[in-house]
């Protein structure tokens, strides 16, 4: 066979292939063979001074330093390799990992290799010494999933969600509860949860559970492990405090990192000296506790060096912090970052690696690029040199591309070329038949007895079949469709025999149609009045015919008209009842009707105001619901409700607002995005008037946008644009109010994190903004940048946002749902992401509805309450910390005739008592909960000194209460500022926002 350019490019030909002495590309011949070949995704991975790259055919490349057989030539080498060869001796991988001075590579199969040092046993053969110059399988493992390293350790994560370690375990790194000089083989990491990822550094580890919760172990002289203090080991895996959820780690020297969630931002803590953790400013002192980076955000991957951070933004900016003395953070120059800086050019990078003191880059063309240090031939450039390399350049790797014989878009495996870009002929995908055009994977199968598509089934999916044909049979037999059986067309029975129907066909296909009258002798309907409509069938003519089985008599108080006039009981005494739907012993006035017998479904008494929900009567309690509960036309008399006043405060991820009494909004806290209103981007930790708005009504708050409704039905808009959740038809962000074009009629207005939503008078829902997983409810995920309707949500009563979700309560009292599921906030019992409404099961007589970043709470009518979804920090009040897919009763709370309202902040919960008090549960960790501490709560715990409030509102960290003297007062986090009191101080226990008054 053929092979062309096997091998790597030389230095100046990356972007044109080379091939092999005597090749003609022109001339070369083509052979039908199978796919052999696997493809995986391209990887890198850095060691302190070398280098690995994971081709997509499952093959291995090395280069850098030696001394230890860590580039699995077979030997060991003091003079560094500084051109890509291939590690040989391996089957095809899936993922790369590399320590210090040893590599991993994880097969297709599960099966874990080593190579390169084993002094401490990180090789995991059982033995520890010396060092291991060919790949050779770790024998105690098999279904693993992940690998990683980074010091003179290894780990391994199995299907199963189990963590295995071994080598090095000076510090407890490896998780045995204590430690020791090696760990030559590998063992379960004990005193975990399942484990969906983790990060291996110098010499600690940290772990990512399935719950986004983060666990850390090994050495902490710089609180890396995130216990909070620093100390000499830390021997079990312990959870890191106070972070959000997590959905990656990394882990240097002495700092760690995690991605959260949400937002997609940098969190990090530990050593500091070179700015690796992102504060802004060096530093000899530890970061003890978690902190976010500011200037990252929607991050994709996230790595680190050994004293230095690299993160991808999007859809591939690639930025760096922290030491730079050989350029590592690539962006020009040789200074350490105590802040985010751009790696020079890449901005489309799919993934990155970082050693001691270089760094590496997947990218389209030319795949691999590097930059740092250098002195030992890690940059993989031919070369090496001690001058610092201070901005990427490619390495001498490039991409595989096979030959196109027949021009159909796929390639023979066998014939293949190693470029940056492809030659004329050349293409990126195999085929499995490069002589036929019509040949290749995803072509159409025919049937032909062949694989069209590459699949290695012939003739799947019944090509060509399904045509109508003729079998030759008697009736409904005869009728035929084409199959394609062993590569040629057959005519199969359409129907089966089956019972005889009255159709004029012969079913059973025994030569006789509609024989032993079949359909007859069955009710039916005649079609005239009374007990004369009551017939029964018989079949003629391939029809059936129906007959009266009673004729008309006299007039009897039966409810049937006996006389087959058209009226029932028709010269009896009657009386008014009235239809009762909803089962209150309450019906409509205006649908009486005149009767000698109570009809089915009506009762005697009238009045009722609202028939489709058993809480709505003149008999009814009147509760804290913002409807007419007992139908005499006041709302929420005798109720000391704080749901109107409610609409006067509102609550974002870190800013705040108000409604004043005369009409006017005033907001404090963030304003990067122009949330305040008051055409400025600063922070203000006092309230500052948003411009040019009057006769306001309601104020409301996403995650970093704001919303207010006129008195004139109107709906304006400011702050955060990016998703179009501002709903004016652009993704421009804004300073001052814009109108909301094409918004009339709204009845009440709820914003998500980055999504809104109105409900309007007629009990329509129209949705705008972010639409990722389904929140918008129309059934895509495409962003609306104006509204449009949510559709199958009618007779709407009330609208609650969570984080990426929305809930609908309807006037029956129905709860309906649509969105993100992933933590089972739906209530619909599944993890499950709905792109349009779904019922929450279980769940009727609803008055009121709240929603917290990942949980909700329903307040029944019956004075229950029931909560689902996220409860990692007991916000759903049922003493654990238990999530639940499905709504669960809180304990403790029936009867709650005294609550006035329910209110749900990112992860905690408050309720507002009809006497002024206020009770809280879930997180706590900036005071948010008000009662002095920052302890989290499973069970309510009453917030300290708060008495006389009216309403009360919730961002995602704090709280603010509207008391009913007019002061508005507030507590927990305060980082920038949204407390109000002038300061940037968290407060566990109440304080006045300055200045305000409504």
Known sequence: MVILAVGILAAAGCGGPQTESGGDVGAVTTASQAITAVKVPQAVAAGAYHSLFLRKDGAVWAWGQNVAGQLGTGSTNSTPLSQPSQVNGLPAIKAIAAGIAHSLALDVDGHVWAWGQNASGQA??????????????????????????????????????????????????????????????????????????????????????????????????????????????????????????????????????????????????????????????????????????DGVFAVTVLVAGHNSSMALIGNGLAVAWGHNVSGQLGNGGTANSASPVGVTGVSDATALAAGAQHAMALRPGCPVWTWGNNGQGQLGTGSTSSTPVTAPGTALIANTFYFDGDMDGFGDEYIAEQACDPSPGFVEELDCDDYSTTTHPGATETCNGADDNCDGVVDDGNPSGGEDCATGKQGVCAAGVTACTQGSMVCQQRQAASAEQCDSLDNDCDGATDEGNPGGLLACATGQQGVCGEGVTYCTHGALECVPTQGASSEVCDGKDNDCDGQSDDGLAFQAWYRDQDGDIYGLTSTSVLACLQPAGHVPNGGDCNDNNPAFNPGAPEVCDGVDNDCDGQVDEGTSCGVASASKLAAGFNHSLAVKQDGTVWAWGRNSEGQLGDGMQTNGSTPVQAQGLTGVAAVLAGGRHTLAVKQDGTVWAWGRNSEGQLGDGTMTSRSTPVQVPGVTGVAALVAGVFHTLALKQDGTVWAWGWNNEGQLGDGTTTNRLTPVRVPGVTGVTAIVAGDNRTLALKQDGTVWAWGCNTEGQLGDGTRTNRLTPVQVPGVTGVAALVAGDFHTL???????????????????????????????????????????????????????????????????????????????????VQVTGVTGVAALVAGDFHTLALKQDGTVWAWGWNNVGQLGDGTITDRPTQVQVQGLSL
Do not use: C
């Open 124 to 293: 995991g053969l059982g033995t520890a010494g010396g060092t291991v110059l060919i790949p050779t399988r770790v024998a105690a493992l098999s279904g693993i999933q992940a690998i990683a390293a980074n010091g003179n350790f290894s780990l391994a994560l199995g299907a199963d969600g189990r963590l295995w370690a071994w080598g090095q375990n000076a510090s407890g790194q490896v998780g045995t509860g204590t430690t020791s000089a090696s760990v030559t083989t590998p063992g379960v990491v004990q005193g975990l949860p399942t484990v969906r990822a983790m990060a291996a550094g110098v010499n600690h580890v940290l772990a990512l559970d399935a719950d986004g919760k983060v666990w850390g172990w090994g050495q902490n002289t710089s609180a890396q492990v995130g216990t909070g203090a620093t100390s000499a080991a830390v021997l079990v895996p312990v959870q890191v405090g106070g972070l959000p959820r997590a959905k990656a780690v990394a882990a240097g020297t002495g700092h760690s990192l995690i991605v959260d969630e949400q937002f997609g931002n940098v969190w990090a803590w530990g050593q500091n000296t070179f700015g690796q953790v992102g504060t802004g400013s060096t530093s000899a002192t530890p970061v003890v506790t978690p902190r976010p980076v």
């Open 858 to 940: 329903a307040l029944k009518q019956d004075g229950t309450v029931w909560a689902w979804g996220r409860n990692s920090e007991g916000q759903l009040g049922d003493g654990t910390t238990t999530s639940r897919l499905t709504p669960v009763q809180v304990p403790g709370v029936t009867g709650v005739t005294g609550v006035a309202a329910f209110f749900a902040g990112g992860y905690h919960t408050l309720a507002l008592k009809q006497d002024g008090t206020v009770w809280a549960w879930g997180r706590n960790s900036e005071g948010q909960l008000g009662d002095g501490t920052t302890t989290n709560r499973s069970t309510p």
